[in-house]
């Protein structure tokens, strides 16, 4: 018997297997208990703007690692700390060898930027992340681009379902849990004059159930309900309804974006004292629904 191509036949089963219990998701990761009533409506997968990361790399199709945005200083997005291996999207931190300056800025750490060339409305989004443990961001959000909008639609609205950070490098109260927790928010700003749109923020900043944002991989949602109601959900369970600030009517673009804050400055030993692992945030499956009759 030739036991290398029955080793080969059983892994090529296996993970055939797998590929198959994946394809099969038919709604999102709720917890038991925790699904909506959807009256007689069902989801569907936006398979554009969903991914497993099974490939050896980035489906170009579906996302661009640079938007425009090179990030905020001293965090510059570099394509080479995108990677796609293990089944899982990789953006790894790191300090630069020198300084960069580029537009009048000065960048001395290296982040990354994944964002997706479709823009949808109402759906649930979904991520199951492991964030990094370094003082840099591990996000998963939406934003919608003003490039081709008009009048009073000329307007920024974000939706965050998650930002957090594995080191906090700041003593006010806000930030003390940003390491343990799912920080999301509904965002209007950029408001055009003379229209009647708040320049406001409501969102929610609920605690894991136990350890930090880089300890295990946890699953963050977002059902984008309406113009006038966001459901926040983590690992599956409601955490809370909000009403964003002004109407959220526009398409928005997903980010996965690990960057600086302007609130969590560089720690004085530069911040990147763990392994590759450890300044790597990891995102294992990302996935998009929308309701259909």
């Known amino acids: 018997m030739n036991y290398s191509k029955l080793f080969l036949r059983t892994v090529t089963v296996l993970l055939f297997a797998i590929s198959s219990s994946i394809t099969a998701q038919k709604a999102p990761s709720f917890a038991d208990g925790q699904a909506p009533n959807l009256e007689g409506k069902k989801w569907k997968l936006v398979k554009n703007m969903s991914d497993e990361f099974n490939k050896k ?7 661009l690692t640079s938007g425009g945005w090179i990030g905020r200083a001293p965090g510059l997005f570099m394509e080479d700390n ?83 950070v594995g080191e906090i490098n700041n003593k006010k109260p806000f930030a003390q849990n940003f390491d343990q927790s799912m920080h999301a928010n509904t965002h209007s700003r950029n408001i055009p004059e003379g229209c009647d749109y708040a320049k406001a923020t409501a969102g929610v900043n609920q605690n894991l159930d ?10 963050y949602g977002a059902w984008w309900k309406s113009k006038t109601e966001v459901q926040f959900f983590l690992d599956g369970k409601l955490i809370k309804t909000v009403t964003p600030p002004a109407d959220f009517d526009i398409p928005m673009h997903l980010r996965m974006v690990v960057e600086t804050y302007d609130w969590n400055p560089v720690p004085a030993d530069g911040g990147m004292t763990g392994n590759e692992k450890e300044r790597t945030t990891s995102y294992d499956w990302v996935r998009v629904w929308r309701l259909t009759k």
Request: proline share 3%; aromatic share 12%.
């Open 57 to 63: 790399r980035l489906d170009p199709s579906k996302w």
């Open 82 to 164: 995108i990677s796609v291996k293990n089944g899982s999207l990789h953006i790894t931190a790191y300090k630069l060898p020198a300084p960069i300056t580029k537009h009048n800025k000065v960048f001395t750490h290296g982040g990354g930027y994944v964002g997706s060339t479709e823009s949808l409305t109402y759906g649930y989004y979904e991520c199951r992340m492991k964030a990094n443990k370094t003082f840099m961001s591990s996000t998963f959000w939406l934003i919608n681009e003003g490039k081709n909008l008009s009048g009073c639609d000329k307007r920024t609205v974000e939706l965050d379902i998650q930002e957090c």
């Open 210 to 219: 136990s350890g930090k944002v880089y300890d295990d991989y946890h699953t």
